[in-house]
């Protein structure tokens, strides 16, 4: 199941409601998106890498934190 919610969320983009309307449990897509935002400032503290895919580590992820970004309002 966390696979599926992280592959929505981080790879294809989907928002947490559309991801609940895929027959996923609301809970736990809230709790899995809220632990993937609280941990975003890792990546800025990494080293810098090489980039192998859109997904890697350096810029190729970002969310909002000064606004307190909210998945759940789009």
Same mark, same amino acid.
């Given at each position: 199941?966390?696979?599926?919610?992280?592959?929505?969320?981080?790879?294809?983009? @989907?928002? /947490?409601?559309?991801? !609940?309307?895929?027959?996923?449990?609301?809970?736990?897509?809230?709790?899995? *998106?809220? &632990?993937?935002?609280?941990?975003?400032?890792?990546?800025?503290? @990494?080293? /810098?890498?090489?980039? !192998?895919?859109?997904?890697?580590?350096?810029?190729?992820?970002?969310?909002? *934190?000064? &606004?307190?970004?909210?998945?759940?309002?789009?």
């Amino acid at each position: 199941m966390l696979d599926r919610i992280l592959d929505l969320y981080v790879d294809e983009g @989907a928002s /947490p409601k559309d991801i !609940v309307s895929n027959g996923l449990d609301r809970e736990t897509v809230e709790w899995v *998106i809220s &632990a993937v935002n609280r941990n975003e400032y890792k990546r800025r503290q @990494a080293a /810098p890498g090489l980039k !192998v895919t859109s997904k890697a580590f350096g810029t190729g992820r970002r969310m909002p *934190i000064a &606004a307190k970004y909210n998945p759940w309002n789009e």
